[in-house]
């Protein structure tokens, strides 16, 4: 069978564990096989969905043939550590699967920032250039795809994210999307969420809306090289401004807000485009510190 390249993506995933930080963050809790399964279900995924080695088994001709030709990519995977704080060596992880890059920091929460300089050094050698936390798993074969449709559906300065959930079937509620409403101020100085604040499109006889939001956070980004090379060529562009959230949020949006309209599937039709966050430190909240609605 004749195999379709797809498309080249790089992906950048930082990636640190320190229990004895203290840490609220999963980086810092004391059980690393929390920590190990959710980075290798990341990856996992990843490889399982848009990697190269797919197949199907013929029963009848005893042999595998090739699948999934039209949605297979050449991925490449850089994890950014620091000082030796990782669990990479303690994970089940084929090497080929990643490249670590070993960095001195002061502060872990920056590798963020690390991970933005790894695509900007690469330039013009893929199509994709994606940022994801470690924690954060795929499980959408069309992911790709619904951001390929964004861009050439709008303009290449709107800028598609997905919406982060958890499950659970130990809660009061089976699924949460996590990044809801925050405080206006918040994000006031970077998005105008009244600049065009709604898009429509009809995809499969549906009316599938998208909005910019108040909360743009989704611990991740995929940018097309144009979107990429964009961002990089303004002023902005690793500044080290932290002044959303902390540093680990900073890295991860403030940039886009700077430079992107920044949109996301709107609530009615949320799972357009998703992303899971492992466990459920978000969704064991509610009927707690969040009200359960009635």
Not at 121 to 132: A, Q, V
Not at 156 to 181: A, M, W
């Amino acid at each position: 069978m004749l195999f379709i390249l797809g498309m080249k993506i790089l992906i950048t995933i930082p990636h640190y564990y320190n229990p004895s930080a203290g840490s609220m963050h999963g980086s810092g809790k004391n059980n690393p096989q929390i920590r190990i399964y959710a980075l290798c279900s990341c990856l996992f995924n990843i490889y399982s969905l848009f990697g190269l080695s797919q197949c199907m088994i013929d029963i009848r001709h005893k042999k595998t043939v090739d699948v999934n030709n039209n949605y297979s990519h050449s991925i490449d995977v850089v994890i950014c550590t620091t000082n030796g704080k990782h669990l990479l060596n303690q994970a089940n992880i084929p090497k080929n699967f990643y490249e670590q890059m070993e960095v001195k920091l002061e502060n872990p929460k920056f590798l963020g920032f690390e991970c933005q300089k790894v695509l900007k050094e690469n330039l013009g050698k893929y199509d994709y250039y994606c940022f994801m936390e470690d924690d954060l798993i795929i499980n959408d074969p069309y992911f790709f795809e619904k951001i390929k449709w964004f861009k050439g559906f709008s303009h290449f300065t709107n800028v598609l994210q997905p919406n982060r959930y958890e499950v659970s079937t130990c809660d009061r509620v089976l699924k949460s999307y996590i990044d809801g409403n925050i405080n206006p101020g918040a994000t006031a100085n970077y998005q105008n969420i009244n600049e065009n604040p709604i898009l429509s499109a009809n995809i499969l006889g549906q009316n599938i809306l998208f909005q910019r939001v108040l909360n743009p956070h989704s611990g991740c980004y995929f940018l097309t090289q144009e979107q990429m090379a964009h961002w990089a060529e303004q002023s902005h562009f690793l500044d080290m401004d932290t002044n959303f959230i902390s540093p680990l949020e900073s890295s991860a949006t403030l940039g886009l807000m700077k430079t992107f309209r920044v949109y996301k599937p709107s609530p009615q039709n949320a799972s357009f485009l998703e992303i899971q966050h492992y466990g459920n430190s978000f969704l064991g909240l509610i009927g707690k510190k969040i009200a359960l609605a009635k």
